[in-house]
């Protein structure tokens, strides 16, 4: 009976560390799992947005006869009314920075579309070179054609 009434109830000290550790160490793994989840997640999203923006820039010059004008970074270019959502061009890149069409500018191209001043570094960029064409950011379609400006090569 002296045991019973002695017994304490709760955990040691040493077990609450151990239980620490081990959430440490899965915390460890997992941040980094889901850091890159983001960053995949993100690379696939713009890749996406530039080859409809591409796209649409391409259906406009095939119906019309002439390329997408050179507009300011982050201004629609009115003649693609019908062709893309103004909305979604004017909110940006999902890389950050603003969306822009080049036209005999920049580059060593006839037409492109890209974004300027974007919020993230080379490395992500990279990534979506991979997912739509060498993984060169110096070379293909998708190309870094200045410090700050990450370009798809509509027409060269």
């Known amino acids: 009976m002296n045991k019973a009434k002695n017994s304490r109830k709760g ?3 040493i077990e609450l560390l151990i239980a620490v550790v081990i959430l440490g160490v899965l915390a460890s793994i997992a ?12 690379a696939a999203s713009f890749a ?5 923006l591409a796209s649409a820039g391409s259906q406009y010059a095939l119906e019309s006869g ?10 629609f270019p009115p003649e693609l009314e019908g ?8 909110l940006g890149s999902p890389l950050g920075g ?6 005999d500018g920049v580059g060593d191209f006839t037409s492109a579309v890209g974004v300027h001043a974007p919020t993230h570094g080379d490395e992500i960029f990279a990534v ?5 064409d060498d993984g ?19 027409e060269e």
């Not at 603003?98 to 036209?103: G, L, P």
């Not at 379609?141 to 700050?148: A, V």
């Open 31 to 42: 941040v980094p799992l889901f850091s890159n989840y983001v960053r995949n997640a993100r």
């Open 48 to 52: 996406s947005d530039i080859r409809i």
């Open 128 to 132: 979506v070179d991979k997912r739509i």
């Open 66 to 75: 002439w390329w997408v004008q050179d507009s300011a970074s982050g201004v």
């Open 11 to 13: 955990f040691t000290l």
């Open 83 to 90: 062709y893309v959502s103004k909305k979604k061009f004017e």
């Open 98 to 103: 603003k969306w822009d069409y080049e036209q």
């Open 136 to 154: 060169d950011l110096t070379t293909g379609l998708f190309q870094k054609i200045d410090s700050d400006r990450f370009y798809y090569v509509i």
